[in-house]
Structures are given as structure tokens and as C-alpha cells.
């Protein structure tokens, strides 16, 4: 039984941007674009340093790159294997689809990468190891607004918490402890997490 929010939510195509910068993509200068002929790009964290070697994705293909990855990366933890024909680029994963079940009588089923993290969801995550401290995870703080969001890769959705009031350590823009929302018995679920924002758009924090 599924506890949580699946990663049937789809990614929408207004929150790409803010997800990507969360999880440290960057886009190139404009005048690299313009040398390189793209318009809408990204480069993976992985190729931040050498950007003018680097393989460029539209917004929505390098969604789906960093968000694959990071499904298949807890799925393997449980066991699920990655299927053939998958390619990779200089340590990261081009869009994982399919993986293999962990082995039973020798045998191997092959599933979407979606439907097995929606299985190890409801499942709890058991063989993930559980932090002793509380993480600190890059947030959003939404304009104009009492909000702040993060992305949960464990429930594979966005974690929405309120703002709070300005405090002394709001110059190097950490925002504080927040109880995890997650509704499955995720890593987070005991410890919560610490959120910075690394996305600032609210004239308050300015």
C-alpha cells in the first residue's frame, strides 16, 4: 500500500527551473548559448566545471535526467538493479527507465524505474541508512508569500512549509529546523531537516 505522494506527480513545467537549481544544474552564459546555438539549456552538476565540453539538455530532458537519477540511486540501495541499454555520460545517468526487481528464485522482473520507487515508498525505504542529524536541504522561498518550499527525493514531490519570521542567521539565509512532511516512514520523517534557500525571491530577505 502506498503511504505518500508518488512519483506519479508529475514534475510540472512551471517548477523544472526551480528544481533543476536546486540540485546544482546551471545554465551557461548567453553568449555560450549563442556560440552553441542553444536556447534552452542546462548542464549537469557533474559538467559545471568544464562548461565548454560539457552535454547541454533542454530544461525538460535534464528534469527527467535529475530526476531518474536520483530514483534509481535510493531503488538500488533496496536491490533493484539497473536494466541494459541505459547510457551514461561521465558518471551520471542519461534517463533511467526500466530496472530490474531484486533477485527472486533467480529471476529478475523488469519495471519501470517509477512504478519501483512508488514500491519502495510504501515500503518505507528500509534499507536507506537514517541521519542521525537532521540534513540541511536547499530551498525555495516563494515571492510574495509566507512559503517555502523543498524537494523531498525520498516521496519524489515538493515539501511545502511557511516561511517563518526573519532571524539573526537570515543573512547567510538558513530558515531553520521544519518537521518532515512526509507521509511514508522516509529518513526524514524522524529527524526533519534544516532548510537554506538557495532560491530568494521575497523582497522581505533581500
Not at 15 to 37: K, N, V, Y
Not at 71 to 100: I, M, P, T
Not at 190 to 205: D, H, M, Q, R
Amino acid at each position: 500500500m502506498i503511504l505518500a505522494r508518488t512519483s506519479r506527480e508529475k514534475l510540472k513545467a512551471k517548477d523544472i527551473d526551480a528544481f533543476l537549481i536546486l540540485h546544482g544544474w546551471e545554465e551557461l552564459s548567453l553568449d555560450e548559448g549563442q556560440r552553441r546555438g542553444i536556447v534552452e539549456y542546462r548542464v549537469h552538476p557533474n559538467d559545471c566545471k568544464n562548461t565548454h565540453k560539457a552535454p547541454l539538455w533542454p530544461a525538460h530532458e535534464a528534469a527527467r535526467i535529475e530526476l531518474s537519477g536520483q530514483q534509481f540511486k535510493l531503488v538500488e540501495q533496496e536491490g533493484w538493479a539497473l536494466d541494459s541499454g541505459v547510457g551514461c555520460f561521465d558518471g551520471y545517468l542519461n534517463w533511467v527507465r526500466h530496472v530490474r526487481s531484486p533477485a527472486a528464485g533467480g529471476r529478475r522482473r523488469r519495471l519501470k524505474l517509477t512504478t519501483a520507487f512508488d514500491r519502495c515508498l510504501g515500503a518505507g525505504w528500509p534499507s536507506v541508512e537514517r541521519a542521525e542529524e537532521p540534513p540541511e536541504l536547499r530551498a525555495e522561498v516563494i515571492a510574495d508569500t509566507n512559503v517555502v518550499r523543498v524537494w523531498c527525493v525520498y516521496c519524489g514531490c515538493w515539501h511545502t512549509h511557511e516561511k517563518g519570521t526573519p532571524g539573526p542567521t537570515i543573512i547567510d539565509k538558513r530558515l531553520g529546523h521544519r518537521v518532515a512532511l512526509c507521509k511514508a516512514d522516509t529518513p526524514y520523517k524522524n529527524s526533519g531537516y534544516f532548510l537554506k534557500a538557495v532560491i530568494y525571491e521575497t523582497p522581505l530577505y533581500v
